[in-house]
């Protein structure tokens, strides 16, 4: 299918400084993409603890004072 001199240029353009360090770098790129994606979604995950709230926390809170009714509307005194 192919003939001996486009096998040959083919192995050459494989085998150069430019195509193995653009491969290189291509890895590496990947991983460091990857890296910092783990990192980053596992910093999410536990940065924001969820706190549960249990009944005893919702007695101890005390409730708003309640106000008495006057006949004054605003509780002002002449």
């Known amino acids: 299918m192919f003939n ?3 096998r040959s240029m083919l192995v050459q353009v ?3 400084w430019q195509v193995l360090a653009v491969t290189v770098v291509l890895i590496v790129y990947i991983f460091l993409v990857n890296y ?3 990192i980053h979604h596992r910093s999410r995950r536990f940065s924001m603890p969820k706190v ?3 009944k005893a926390s919702k007695a101890s809170v005390p ?3 309640e106000v008495a009714p006057d006949d004054d509307e605003l509780g002002l005194e002449e």
């Open 52 to 54: 549960k709230k249990s």
């Open 14 to 16: 494989i085998t150069s």
């Open 63 to 65: 409730s708003a004072p």
């Open 36 to 38: 910092v994606a783990r």
């Open 4 to 6: 001996e001199e486009i």
